[in-house]
């Protein structure tokens, strides 16, 4: 029985019509991850940056240090949007940023045990302000960046929806390029880079795109002779699209980002600058699929005191 949530939900991840949507899912039985390939090979969806619906509030924060040199990004959940704009809060959260940052903490857990004041712990404080503002919260997630040779800079998104990190290498710590950090930083919020290059496209996800590519020429009509040829020209659009170095530049569609940070280079005297690696967190992404998901983060923490 294929339900209007799942149609709803197919047509959030695809934005193909309705009756597309539920034809999709009808023909793969109710298959979501083979309703969206269905539709992508008859050409009617684009291909899915990260799939799926996000249920859970809170905040996304990042932390830097003033060399550029340590970085944090970090998520940390609520039940709503009203206690996600609480002052109290969102100083909890930059709290948490900044000792991810400047602590040697590796998981969660040990983030929990680290001193959060003098007085108590971070988990302490999370649960005293559970009591204060009545909603369970979860310190979900972080990633913590060091360079030597570069800098990196962060960028928050939609008041604390996304957060990014951005790591430049380079033989040069020139503000100016704690500065293009942050631009590069603000077109993986906007764009949703994939991966960071071709290289880091993996095997199944390459093989994957080339097997959609295939039965969209053959649809079109193309002769065989012709249709690897398309094959190949869609793959290299595909990691233009969808690799960062390799996009175009958000702040000028003229330049990618590869010949940006050659720009950068440049001005700074500098024998590169490339970008070494990112993370971009997206509030919630990834709990909601089913909606006790986030209720059961919580009750995992709250039982590992």
Request: net charge negative; with cysteine; charged share 30%.
């Amino acid at each position: 029985m294929i339900s209007a949530k799942m149609v709803k939900e197919l047509r959030e991840i695809t934005g193909a019509g309705m009756m597309e949507c539920k034809k999709a899912l009808t023909e793969t039985n109710g298959n979501m991850e083979e309703a969206v390939e269905y539709l992508r090979k008859k050409g009617l969806a684009a291909a899915a940056k990260k799939a799926g619906r996000v249920a859970a509030e809170g905040l996304v924060k990042t932390f830097v240090t003033e060399d550029g040199k340590v970085a944090s990004v970090v998520e940390v959940n609520c039940e709503t949007d009203f206690v996600a704009a609480n002052e109290e809060f969102i100083a909890f959260v930059d709290r948490i940023a900044e000792l991810a940052a400047t602590t040697n903490v590796s998981n969660v857990e040990e983030l929990l045990a680290a001193k959060f004041n003098e007085n108590m712990t971070v988990e302490e404080a999370r649960t005293a302000l559970i009591a204060k503002l009545g909603e369970n919260m979860s310190v979900r997630r972080f990633e913590r960046f060091t360079v030597e040779n570069g800098v990196i800079n962060g960028y928050v998104h939609g008041g604390g929806r996304i957060g990014v990190l951005v790591e430049l290498e380079s033989d040069k710590s020139e503000a100016s390029l704690i500065e293009a950090a942050k631009d590069v930083a603000m077109h993986v919020a906007a764009v949703n880079p994939l991966f960071l290059n071709k290289d880091a496209v993996d095997h199944e996800s390459l093989e994957k795109e080339k097997e959609i590519f295939r039965v969209q020429a053959i649809n079109e009509g193309k002769p065989e002779n012709i249709v690897e040829k398309m094959v190949v020209g869609r793959i290299n659009k595909y990691y233009k699209e969808n690799c960062l170095v390799d996009q175009q530049w958000v702040k000028n569609p003229d330049l990618t980002i590869t010949q940006f940070l050659n720009e950068e280079a440049k001005k700074i005297g500098a024998a590169k600058v490339t970008v070494a690696k990112f993370v971009r967190f997206e509030r919630g992404e990834g709990i909601e699929k089913k909606e006790e998901n986030f209720a059961e983060e919580v009750a995992k923490q709250m039982n590992s005191k």
